[in-house]
């Protein structure tokens, strides 16, 4: 059996975004490769969508005599110098091993572990840029919380991104309000990551074609050298992909816990994908609610109300439409589930400016532009996205409280409409 030991090569990470949570992940992840130098490069790329940023006058980093102060600056320079991402994640020091990096192509050149982390309604075209530029057994963790449904339904990020790039795709997703997680204050999170059977030089009997519920097959055909097989999704689309290389270590579940776990973040693997990805994507649509009815001042009681239906709608939604993989588990026990709820439901960014919308009787849009500093909403795009995807099939009334908030949102109901509109018959079940 092999030992880390002989491994001629170590993993080098990039991570695709470098927005709140982005960053956030990319000080995990550096400090992570650093305290594993057998398993991983130290320097961790951290690809930036480029733009101009002035540093504000009450930032700590203003000086009033310096051209850095008094012109916008590119945001990788202003990274790469004060080791800092003033404009996404201010006032929190970042390890010296992260490099901002404006060229997405230069950013994965020769990374075996790609993190995706970007507001979800970019992933799309970032992705088909990183097309062939990517080594071909490189490995993903999607850490973005949406969901992507066009003409072939409704899909989870990890599939899309895994599909468009021919490579495996985990997902990590929790209870991760990022600015706590960048101070240091405690979290846990849910990584899912089922390692597919190819990367495996002795797969256990339940690796094998016919006894993985995930349908990764193996076929020791040599290509480039390396065993290649492919991976079935949850909605049964195959992705031929190459074998991680026996001169890395393997992508084990402990060694992927190595890349993520810190002191103040702790680490709890599963094989879950999908449940990991679609509690993170819908407990937004679920805040957006929370935030209305805290903004009509109605109390914790009906807040309460709106998470029960939520969840319910979350198990609901994924054992209708991805019911091969999804555990109901996940979304009852996991950081990923329940807590991710609750703690966005509490002072996520969703929550908050669905409150203040309703208080200031103003668009939620206007509020984020307001408020968020370039951060993006992700609830208000995914209850538009999910509605599509039920009014498509003539579901809508299946899921009262997603519907419910895609219709506040669009002017057809208001927010005092919700406890008749999820009391409907049947709701919550
Ligand atoms: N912020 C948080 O507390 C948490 C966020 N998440 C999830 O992580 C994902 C990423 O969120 P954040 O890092 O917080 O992003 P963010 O909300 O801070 O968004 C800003 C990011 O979007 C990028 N951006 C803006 N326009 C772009 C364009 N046209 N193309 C590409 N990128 C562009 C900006 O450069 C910046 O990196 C989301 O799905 C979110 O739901 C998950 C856990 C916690
Ligand atoms: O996902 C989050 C916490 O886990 C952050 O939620 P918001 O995007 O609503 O801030």
């Avoid at 071909?136 to 989870?156: F, H, Q, T």
């Avoid at 957006?288 to 914790?300: D, K, Q, T, Y």
């Avoid at 895609?406 to 005092?416: A, D, Q, V």
Wanted: proline share 6%; hydrophobic share 35%; aromatic share 6%.
């Amino acid at each position: 059996m092999a030992t880390l030991g002989i491994h001629s090569k170590k993993h080098k990470v990039a991570i695709v975004g470098s927005g709140n949570w982005g960053t956030t992940i990319a000080k995990v992840v550096a400090e992570s490769v650093a305290e594993h130098p057998e398993l991983f490069e130290e320097t961790v790329q951290m690809w930036v969508y480029e733009e101009q940023y002035q540093i504000p006058k009450d930032s700590k980093h203003h000086d009033p005599g310096s051209e850095v102060s008094t012109k916008p600056q590119k945001l990788t320079e202003l990274i790469n110098g004060l080791h800092e991402n003033v404009k996404y994640l201010p006032g929190i020091p970042l390890p010296h091993n992260i490099v901002a990096n404006p060229d997405a192509g230069d950013t994965v050149r020769d990374a075996t572990i790609l993190i995706f982390n970007l507001p979800h309604q970019f992933i799309g075209r970032v992705c088909d840029g990183l097309k062939g530029k990517i080594v071909p057994y490189a490995r993903g963790i999607s850490c973005i919380k949406g969901v992507e449904v066009s003409d072939k339904g409704c899909e989870l990020f990890s599939d899309s991104i895994g599909e468009k790039l021919g490579i495996y795709c985990g997902a990590l997703s929790g209870a991760n309000i990022a600015t706590e997680v960048a101070l240091e204050k405690w979290s846990e999170t849910t990584v899912a990551y089922d390692p597919p059977s190819m990367d495996s030089k002795h797969p256990t009997p339940h690796e094998t074609p016919t006894g993985s519920p995930r349908g990764s097959s193996l076929n020791l055909t040599a290509l480039s050298g390396h065993a290649t097989g492919e991976i079935i999704s949850p909605k049964g689309k195959k992705t031929k992909l190459l074998a991680l290389p026996s001169e890395y270590p393997p992508l084990t579940h402990a060694n992927v816990k190595k890349l993520f776990h810190r002191p103040y973040f702790h680490v709890r693997m599963v094989s879950d994908v999908a449940g990991v990805s679609l509690g993170g994507a819908l407990k937004n649509i679920v805040a957006v609610a929370a935030g209305f009815v805290e903004g009509l001042g109605w109390g914790n009681n009906a807040k309460a109300a709106v998470m029960r239906v939520g969840i319910l709608e979350e198990v609901k939604f994924g054992k209708m439409f991805f019911a091969s993989s999804v555990k109901t588990e996940t979304f009852t026990e996991e950081s990923c589930g329940v807590a991710d709820l609750i703690t966005t439901c509490s002072g996520g960014r969703n929550f908050r400016c669905a409150k203040m919308s309703i208080e200031e009787k103003k668009p939620i849009g206007e509020i984020e532009e307001r408020e968020l500093n370039g951060q993006k909403l992700q609830g208000t795009s995914t209850a538009y996205e999910v509605n599509e995807f039920l009014a498509k099939q003539g579901l809508e009334g299946e899921f009262p409280l997603f519907t419910a908030v895609w219709s506040i949102l669009e002017g057809k109901h208001k927010p005092e409409d919700i406890p008749a509109l999820i009391e409907r018959e049947g709701s919550g079940k």
